[in-house]
């Protein structure tokens, strides 16, 4: 039975297991490269990494600096070059910028020439023909193909009108996912299948596109997982994160440390940074939060609402003078010694 | 070539284009030869880029120029007659610049020179011949001997040993008074010296001394960077320096005609030390040279006007009220008084200088370098008894851990043992000059000298343990090398402190050594007893051993309660009630609830039992 119990859990009651994670990661943090200097080559998916990585995910940064999404494909392509090479063009962010060699606007006709470029096109896998539909479907606008481009007849001569329509025509998404980027081809060494490595984050568009592999498609950004699959789905993501980042500077940190920041950051229901406006900002007691940063702002609001401190942190309590309620400080005496008689049944 | 190209080149001059040119090297010969005949400047320094196709001549400040002598035609310039004619000083070396035989370089012209390293070695396409092979290197690697063998890390930590070195950093050292002033006792020339070190007269000023080295660990005291020291050398003088330091003080004059007086302070004075800090001042209030002081003592009496004007003037016409000013030897210094000096500021106001000098043997803890980087501190001093000797009784002074030479590449430390020796053992000052020679061939010479005089030629001696008197069963390698001590002191950095001074407004420990200040217990130290769950280890460092207040709470509001002198109680200030509990915290916190309270916000402690 005592056995039994002895298994329920690893860590002693009141280890200080937040603190013990905290210098286990900060420790090794020291030795890592600021800046980690970037492998020269022509990847243009380059996710941040090193320290300033660790940074943005433990601040919860809304959007990575660097948003790369792994988009697996289903068994059928994967195993082809050619064929995942084709869901590149499904996926590639193309907009008519990318396309157009130059926007000719004609005031006095009340028309726009778009004139596009033949290689970019024939890249793209699109025809001149199909970027026109494109417009007159997406803008509903009159667009004619020609020979070498588009041209656009917008029957008014507003100059205004004109000009704010050709900027948005160049803007405008001719194919593939708004948001993914700009994707390439990689092989997995160990299995020898192809995916796609997109430098966007807009996974919720990916997903909805044929041939992808649902279950194992996935992406550095931390916010886009939650917003699709929740809380539980950001908390591992963040662990994930987390753990290669570290990994990839071969510093070798016990994953529990980490599962725990992931843990303490989205326990509250959404992700949460630790600085001031995160973990630190929300701790109950007053001397605490008073003790991190902001001072006045948390005095100024206790005095305001008239708050309590319970004095059951560490912070606080150091700050008084008191034992803190950690390690050989979690335990109280529940009974005097001289009390027991008065309690242990008579012999 | 570049004059075959169709575009023209820009001429860029101090970094502006001021133009273009078609034949650009044309312009650039001609700009060198009008140098070299003197007609322009020989602070011009023109070059030629063939990738960006532009001549750029600069003529500003701030550009690191080399002599050159000039190479013509496969020949350098230089000639034996010239060199005849320096020697008897009918000519000088500006005479060489003038007259086209030496001109410098800056690094963008050098770009388009091709440089001899040695005469030997001129070709036809050689332009110019370095004045020595040793002149690539600037002049603090130079000063050091063998560079050439040592890695540039360990030049880079030289360079900084050599500016902390002691020694006779001025031969007027007894009329100066330097803040501070490290002078060694018996400074000597270095038995491996350089062309550069004797070119500025280093051997004049020289900082350090030549150690009998050998490579021997002994039981273990020279782990890490340790050395060991032989007492009978240091007893000797070895190492052995003097510090001087310096007191200043200046009668100032205040606003209101109010000034600071050097005597006595009166015993009414505010601040006043009590008589034995004053007994070693003369009447006029200045410490007297060759007087012994120690921690504490005055050295200049001075009372000031006090701090804040006060109206008690003419209040019976009593004694003017004055504040001690006093300059007091400062804690864990001890010395003689070398000198006072009166003297007067530019305005007109009288300044004591007092010099304090103390001895200053080498001790445990005290760093020594050689000119290779190698630092140590002194972890033991042996007596010459215990300290392995050779078979000719002769005791290394400084015993190096071998382990200090092959990661750290300072193969230039053991080539200055080995000259050291056969330099000490021959007589002669050693060359050690950087290229000079090559390195087989430097051992190979010194190597013939010690086995002149009955050494084995690699350095290497049977040594025998002090201790058992065995021959040690592998002979070490031993020899004399230059050796620093750096002015880098325990004497002038102890520090204890067990109880002391707390600051006012925390009631926590001072900081700082001139404080007689504690250690920090700082935030990452409070982590680490956190971490562990030493909460009572916590409790006593942070609160037992600083600032523990210990303080009254009113048992029917929380806030503190005061004293009242009066009444002769404590009273609350809010229900003046006199029902209160003792309870422990800390001082700051005390202070933080006085703050708050300061505006006008009550706080109140709400108290378990």
Redesign the interface.
Known sequence: MAEKNNKKYFVEY???VG??A??SVGEPGTQMILRSFHLAGIESTVATSGLPRIIELVDAKKKPSTPVTYIYLDQKISKNFDRASEMLKKINEVRMSNLARRALENFSKGKIKIVLDKQELESEGLTIRQVAARIEKDMGLDAQPVENGVIVNMHTRNLKEIRNTKIAIMKMLVSGVDGAGKATVRRDDDTGEFYLVSAGSNIEGIMQIDGIDKSKTTTNDVFAVYRLFGIEAARNSLAVELKKTLKEQKISVDERHLNLIADAMTASGSVKGVGRHGLSGEKRSVFARAAYEETLKH?VHA?AFGE?DKMRG?TEN?????????????VKLAIKKEDMSKVMPKK | MADEKNTKAYVYMNGRVVGTVAKPLELVEEIRSARRRGMLSGEINVSYSDGLNAVSINTDRGRIRKPYIIVENGKAKLTNDIIEKIKSKEINFNYLLRNGIVEYLDAEEEENMLVALSEAEITEKHTHLEVDISSIFGFTVNTSPYPEHNSLARHAMLANFAKQAQGLYATNFNQRFDSRAYVLFYPQKPVVSTVAYDTVRMQNHPSGQNFVVALSTYYGYNMADAIVLNRAAVDRGLGRSMFYKTYVDEERRYPGGQRDKFKIPPPTADGYMGEHVYSKLSEDGIIEPEMEVSEGDALIGKVAPPRFLEENLGAGGLEEKVRDDTAVLKTGETGVVDSVVFTESTGATKIVKVRIRSIRIPENGDKFASRHGQKGVVALIVPPEDMPFTEQGIVPDLLLNPHSIPTRLTFGHLLEMLAGKAGSVGGTVVDGTAFAEAGPDRIDAYGKILEAQGFERYGNEILYDGITGMPFKSSLFNGVVYYNRLYHMVSNKIQVRSRGKVQILTHQPTEGKARQGALRFGEME???L???????L??ER??DQS??AVVLVCKDCGSLGYYDHIKKTMVCPLTKGSSFVEV???Y??KV?LDE?KS?H?MTSL?LNE
Not at chain 1, 318 to 330: A, N
Not at chain 2, 530 to 536: N, P
Request: proline residues 4%.
């Open positions: 009141g280890e200080p603190i013990i905290a210098q005095l005095a309590t560490v150091i700050l008084v003078g008191k034992q803190i309620p950690i390690g050989t400080g979690s | 409070r982590d680490a956190i971490g562990y769950g030493a909460s009572l916590l409790k942070l609160l600032d523990k422990e915290i800390s700051a916190f933080l708050i505006l916000i709400k």
